[in-house]
């Protein structure tokens, strides 16, 4: 059975070799770059799983097998004001040898779980190499919707990857900001 939960500074060392693997095998699909995320201190990682008092919303959830971290995606919340009804996704990974079991939308529906328990959280933001179309239909079933894409959104060793944004509106919205779903 797999949980879910978030991060902790105790988890960085699974995090980061989770994510390092992420980043060599698809370094199309992140805006991160292995060789440069693989010479950071893990206590950069560490870090970023304890977020300040003046961001407690982010967040990376786990999805884990036992004590097996097998899935990963990100939660930060804009701090400026004029911005805080937005949230965005970030790093978002499974492992090729556990795709097809559900994590991934295990993953996406927890962290929609914790969104629209947010108050004033009006939208999840997030970006998707457009050729990866399997990560598209995850966040199309969950209710994410395209609307735009950025071209040459990334550049991996010569190559130009255009990146689709796509945008979730959260049901606890404030009255004016667009659709509900």
């Excluded at 939960?5 to 060392?13: F, G, W």
């Excluded at 977020?51 to 097996?68: E, I, M, N, Q, S």
């Excluded at 492992?95 to 939308?105: L, N, Y």
């Amino acid at each position: 059975m797999i949980a879910i939960r978030a991060l902790t500074p105790t988890d960085a060392d699974a995090y980061r070799a989770l994510r390092l693997r992420g980043l060599a095998e698809h370094p199309d699909a992140f805006t991160s770059d292995y060789a440069q995320e693989a010479v950071r201190p893990p206590s950069a990682l560490a870090n970023r799983l304890a977020p300040p008092a003046d961001a407690p919303h982010d967040c990376v959830l786990g999805a884990f097998d036992g004590a097996t971290l097998v899935g990963v995606v990100g939660f930060e919340v804009a701090p400026r004001k004029k911005i805080a009804h937005k949230g965005h996704v970030f790093g978002m990974f499974v492992p090729r040898e556990r795709t097809g079991a559900g994590i991934g939308r295990a993953l996406v529906a927890a962290l929609v779980t914790r969104a629209r328990a947010i108050d004033g959280l009006a939208k999840i933001d997030l970006t998707v190499t457009a050729s990866n179309a399997a990560a598209k239909a995850l966040y199309e079933h969950a209710g994410f919707v395209a609307w735009g894409v950025e071209r040459a959104a990334i550049v991996v060793d010569g190559t130009p990857y255009d990146k689709v944004y796509m945008t979730k509106w959260l049901a606890n919205q404030k009255p004016g900001l667009g659709v509900r779903d």
